[in-house]
C-alpha cells in the first residue's frame, strides 16, 4: 500500500548464492542513515624514476561495506521486550556461528522493495546508553558493518560473460584502436594482429566507427 511504512529487515542465508532462509529480523526502528562504500582497484607506475604524473590500471572491484546503526529500546515507550533478547535475536542470525555449515550465516538487508546490500556481518559495535539499576540495558545502539559477498552463481555467470577465452562482437567507436580494443578484452594489446587476421583486416588501421570487430578466444 502506497504510503505504508516498512521495516529495515536483515535475512540471513546459509549459503552463498542467498537461497537458503535461515532467519530474519524486522528493526524495531528504521536508522536514521546508511552507508554503503565502494571502492575500485588499480595499479600504478608511480616506481617509475623520473616519472612526472602516474598511470593507473583498473585491477577489479575492491572491498565494499554497509554500515548501519539500529536502535533498541525495551523500557515500553517502544517495545516491552527486554534489549538483551531483542539483541539475542539478531544476533543469532546475523553474528552467531552457524553448525551446519561451521561459520557465520550469510546477509541480505532490504527496506520495503529495496534490496540495499548482500554480505558477511565483519563488525557489531554495542553501546547501551540506558542501563536499569540490576545492570540491564533498556536502551542500546548496534551498529553493524557488513562485507559485501557476491552470489557465488552470478559471480561465475560474470566472469565467464567477460572471459578472454569467449568471443566477443564489439563496435568500433570514435578514438578506438584495434590495440586499444584488444587491451580491454584481453589486459593486453599484443593480440592486435591476430584480431586483424581474424577479421580479414588489411592493416591495423583500417578501423571506421560503426564497424563490428570480431576479438576471438585467446588460447
Known amino acids: 500500500m502506497s504510503g505504508k511504512l516498512t521495516k529495515m529487515k536483515i535475512v540471513a542465508f546459509s549459503d552463498p548464492d ?25 595499479s600504478s607506475n608511480s616506481d617509475v624514476n623520473g616519472s612526472s604524473s602516474q598511470t593507473v590500471k583498473y585491477k577489479g572491484a575492491g ?3 554497509f554500515k548501519v546503526k539500529l536502535f533498541f529500546d525495551g523500557t515500553g515507550i517502544i517495545s516491552k521486550e527486554p534489549v538483551d533478547k531483542q539483541l539475542k535475536k539478531l544476533k543469532d542470525i546475523a553474528y552467531a556461528y ?12 532490504f527496506w520495503g522493495t529495496q534490496s540495499l ?20 540495558p533498556k536502551r542500546s545502539e ?21 572471459s578472454s577465452d569467449l568471443t566477443h562482437l564489439r563496435t568500433v567507436k570514435d578514438g578506438d584502436s584495434l590495440p ?11 593480440f592486435y594482429l591476430k584480431v586483424a587476421s581474424f577479421n580479414g583486416l588489411s592493416t591495423v588501421s583500417a578501423l571506421t566507427p560503426g564497424d563490428k570487430i570480431a576479438f ?4
Open 18 to 42: 542467498y537461497f537458503d532462509e535461515v532467519g530474519s529480523y524486522d528493526v524495531l526502528v528504521n536508522p536514521e542513515n546508511i552507508q554503503d562504500k565502494k571502492q575500485q582497484q588499480y
Open 63 to 65: 572491498p565494499s561495506d
Open 98 to 109: 552457524n553448525g551446519s555449515i561451521h561459520e557465520p550465516n550469510y546477509l541480505k538487508v
Open 117 to 136: 546490500f548482500q554480505g558477511r556481518l565483519q563488525r557489531w559495535d554495542i553501546q547501551h546508553t540506558m542501563i536499569d539499576v540490576d545492570g540491564t
Open 142 to 162: 548496534l551498529s553493524l558493518t557488513i562485507l559485501a559477498s557476491e552470489s557465488a552463481k552470478k559471480k561465475a555467470l560474470e566472469e565467464k560473460r567477460n
Open 180 to 190: 586499444l580494443m584488444c587491451h580491454r578484452i584481453y589486459g593486453d594489446s599484443k
Open 216 to 219: 576471438p578466444a585467446v588460447i
